[in-house]
């Protein structure tokens, strides 16, 4: 085991370590000549001109892609989004619209509840996509189509690197189906692949800085609860780095989306709270920090994660995390790293089973 860990202390952070070439792998799979290839995954240009819904359906970090690619795809293809956990798709008796397409996402391909929401897809004759890492898993098997992501095998349970390469099968879908239909220019269709295509050494100089995230982790044993906050696609990040927390380091954490602290939260903020404020999306910005603001004067402790030029979040944030700019819709990319980071040391620093926390498993394949 400790051959396969090629050095490094746990799988968790090698895998980590492993997110620009995974990243790049799944990029270099689809792109050819500057350009989004899909005749792999199989969907033609004329069953893309002609969905008129998306149903993005998974469960656990796979269903968090799900929520970040929603605004992705609403926002560049201007085609409905429903996004669901795959455990209340398959009991609701689910009204699908005959032309659309439901994405199912899975690293391992063989979650029970997921392949069950692909089977009663299927069963109602509306075309489906798997997104899944696994090469002949069951979701590869059995839907109409596969994208494959290229993360290679995920050892630790908590999963980093997969996660990472389904954000850019759901970014490249988003781009493509976006050009397809009309809905951006040549000149932007191309300023995305070439931002998409910078994001591996990107997410590489976050890795470089983790010493900081280490020392601020170290400081994070003791607390009891830590708030995640954001909105859009701020708000599908806060809800993987709350996972990433809870899941490896037992401190219990939510994400809430900023807007509805006022509704009920906000009474759970005590004297010293860790509450990390998530700010990528530059027109929320100023709103996701007022609700930071609002948590610091009823005592919280703020970590701020934003991008780079955004500095006067120091003005109030205790502790500023910036990442490197990008186009906002592929900020979750490099922003999910530091809260990865963070997650991990928390749980080294507790002494906790890092790769294989207590009562969960890689795969759940029964319900
Ligand atoms: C488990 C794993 C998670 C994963 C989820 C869905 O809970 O611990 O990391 O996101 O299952 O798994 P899948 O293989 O379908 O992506």
Known sequence: EAAE????????IKEIHEQPKAVSDTLNSVIKDGMIDLSEVGLSEEEIKEISQIYIVACGSAYHVGVAAQYVMEDLARIPVRVELASEFRYRNPILDPKGLVVIISQSGETADSLAALRESKKQGVKTLGIVN????SIAREADNVYYT?????IAVATTKA???QLIAAYTLAIQFAKIR?????????GYIEELQSIPEKIQRIIEDKERLQWFASKQVNAKDIFFIGRGIDYAISLEGSLKMKEISYIHSEAYAAGELKH???SLIEEGTLVIGVLTQPEL???TLSNM???KSRGAYLMGLTTFGHYNIEENADFSVYIPKTDPHFATSLAVIPLQLLGYYVSVAKGLDVDKPRNLAKSVTVE
Do not use: D, N, R, W
């Open 5 to 12: 860990k090629s050095g490094y202390e746990h799988f968790m």
């Open 285 to 287: 910005y100023e709103k």
């Open 150 to 154: 290229l993360a290679g095998p995920e």
């Open 134 to 137: 696994v090469i002949g898993s």
């Open 293 to 295: 603001v609002e948590c």
């Open 163 to 165: 996660y990472s390469t």
């Open 264 to 266: 009920g939260t906000i």
């Open 182 to 190: 009309g809905q951006i220019t040549e000149e932007q269709y191309a």
